[in-house]
């Protein structure tokens, strides 16, 4: 039995002059013709999703001679690119006009392409790493890439193994990739260095109607992208006989497409013998049988820190990497912002630290809202959070610091202090220390929940005395003993959620990732250089409190902590 809707959509391709071809439960297929500009294209179009949450697929049967070649939004299969995924919502309750819309921007598409060759030259270049993943058979093979420096001229080729599938691994430094493998549950096999070359060029590569697919092929292509790539290339051939102890050479360029790899034979140990002895004989045997030796493209998977942990900011932004941070605290807030900052790259880059530090052990009461969970009871949270970041992030500089924060040394010689206690008396302690540590004193975040989960809040100090100071938050004259001076509760006293004789005072588990969520919007302003505003609120929205707005507070005079004069201290 059709479905209503495919009844409607066969009527209409029937009605458009495409024939019916057949029905598979829920797939139904037909073809026809597109009519483009340039003539009739015969096409193939199958819909599986009536939801059309996929688009329907549209497949050119016979390649019109215009469209011969590697083609933007044209894969190797003649599948059709008409619509970037996700980019256009098709109406699913009109599954007609949804079907009619495919087909109009399919003819659309097919027109540019074929008309236009500038635009098919922008679009090639624009999509040219997808191209090279899927516009020409054989098919890449995926290759996974750690950290590669803009120096770097040769790499490290490994070999993640033990997995469903063996892959190749290149990059700087053998220790970060066996970290990311051994995190897979995979091992690393280790093929030492020299085995892999690395080009950088910032010359867009050159539209070609096919890809390398021999040596001779590769030579010709990296000539007409680059000639100093090219040159660069034949040198290393020439006089870099290290390659030949390998029987395959792997190739990858860097370049503002991004990342593209090659590899091909060598060939056995008796051809390269010669060459080890003098290379520019191997590299004229390789220009003379250059047309017999096939080039295998390789798919770059770019796993490495400086491409993974720039997703969430855009590339331009900054991130976390070399900065030096120490989080008070691994509890419900704690454990919250320590993942949000490992995701913003702290850990990462040179010198870059996040350091933990927390006295107490993972009790019951804790598991509904920590990080953490049962296999962490009776343990250190921080041991317990500093094991599961680094399960989570193995590249991640993470340490973990188990006692008392007051006794830690030149706690605000780091670029970022975080105190996520939400502990008020231990967070007075904080302040007082930062404020005498003297102005090369590192700025630090106070974030922690009200009452029941009813709200947060966050306040950036910085070391240079520039607005309220943790104790500016409580009035300071005689008579108001010490209230808050910006109220959340509406009758009661103000109460910040804290463990007052082991009792845990039960909120919200919405409220610690709200915590982090505004600590992590805090740092990310940090790190563009202005937190502001830096007492900042969020009340949920059904709680029965006081709407603060967000601010930038001036101190209080008087304040017990930050109106006195800076004194040098041995703290800091
Ligand atoms: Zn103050």
Not at 81 to 93: A, D, E, I, K
Not at 198 to 215: G, I, K, L, Q
Not at 292 to 309: A, G, H, K
Request: aromatic share 8%; proline share 6%; charged share 20%.
């Amino acid at each position: 039995m059709m479905t209503p809707a495919q009844i409607a959509v066969s009527q209409y391709l029937v009605e458009r002059g495409l024939a019916y071809v057949n029905r598979r439960r829920e797939t139904l297929r037909f073809r026809g013709n597109l009519m483009c500009l340039f003539g009739d294209v015969p096409v193939e179009i199958t819909i599986s999703d009536w939801d059309f949450i996929r688009y329907p697929h549209i497949r050119v049967i016979e390649r019109p001679a215009c469209l011969d070649g590697v083609q933007a939004h044209l894969s190797a299969l003649n599948g059709l690119c008409y619509f970037t995924p996700g980019s256009v919502l098709l109406n699913r309750h009109d599954p007609v006009a949804a079907v009619g819309q495919c087909l109009a921007q399919a003819t659309v598409v097919l027109n540019e392409l074929a008309r236009d060759s500038t635009y098919r030259q922008g679009e090639f270049i624009r999509e040219y790493l997808a191209n090279w993943d899927a516009g020409q058979q054989p098919p890449p093979i995926p290759v996974v890439k750690g950290s590669i420096a803009d120096k770097t001229t040769h790499m490290n080729v490994t070999f993640a193994e033990g997995g469903e599938f063996p892959f190749a691994m290149f990059g700087d430094d053998v220790d970060q990739l066996r970290s990311i493998v051994v995190s897979t549950g995979r091992t690393l096999r280790d093929r030492g260095n020299n085995s892999g070359w690395v080009f950088h060029t910032d010359r867009w590569p050159p539209m070609s109607e096919a890809f390398p697919r021999t040596v001779y092929d590769l030579f010709t292509w990296a000539k007409a992208w680059d000639p100093n790539m090219y040159q660069a290339l034949q040198d290393r051939l020439g006089y870099d006989r290290a390659y030949l102890n390998m029987p395959i050479l792997f190739l990858m360029i860097r370049s503002p497409a991004g990342w593209l790899g090659l590899t091909f034979d060598l060939g056995d140990r008796s051809q390269r013998i010669l060459g080890m002895r003098k290379a520019t004989n191997y590299r004229q045997r390789l220009h003379r049988h250059s047309r017999e030796i096939t080039v295998t493209r390789l798919s770059v998977l770019d796993w490495s820190p400086e491409f993974v942990y720039a997703r969430n900011l855009g590339l331009e932004q900054k991130n976390l990497f070399g900065k030096r941070i120490t989080l008070i605290g691994g509890g419900a807030i704690g454990s919250h912002v320590a993942k949000a900052l490992v995701q913003m790259g702290a850990g990462q880059g040179k010198h870059g630290r996040l350091r933990i530090v927390d006295h107490d052990t993972m009790e019951g009461g804790n598991v509904s809202r920590n990080l953490l969970g049962y296999p962490s009871l009776f343990k250190f949270k921080a041991t317990e959070l500093v094991a599961e970041l680094r399960r989570l992030h193995p590249t991640a500089n993470v340490e973990e610091e188990v006692g008392d924060v007051l006794k830690v040394d030149a706690l605000f010689r780091d670029d970022l202090v975080i105190d996520a206690t939400g502990e008020e008396a231990l967070s007075e302690a904080i302040n007082v220390r930062h404020l005498t540590a003297g102005v090369s004193a590192c700025p630090v975040l106070y974030v922690r929940i009200y009452g029941q989960g009813d709200a947060v809040q966050a306040l950036w100090v910085d070391s240079g005395r520039k607005g309220a100071c943790f104790a500016c938050l409580r009035k300071n004259d005689p008579q108001s003993q010490r209230e808050p001076r910006f109220r959340i509760g509406k009758t009661d006293e103000p109460q910040w959620v804290m463990r007052g004789c082991q009792a845990v005072t039960p909120y919200a588990v919405s409220a610690p990732m709200h915590a982090a969520a505004m600590a992590s919007e805090m740092v990310a302003d940090w790190l563009q250089g202005n937190v502001s505003p830096r007492l900042r609120f969020l009340e949920r929205p059904n709680a029965d409190v006081i709407h603060n707005k967000n601010q930038n507070p001036e101190p209080l005079p008087h304040c017990p902590v930050c109106s006195s004069p800076i004194q040098a201290s041995k703290v800091g």
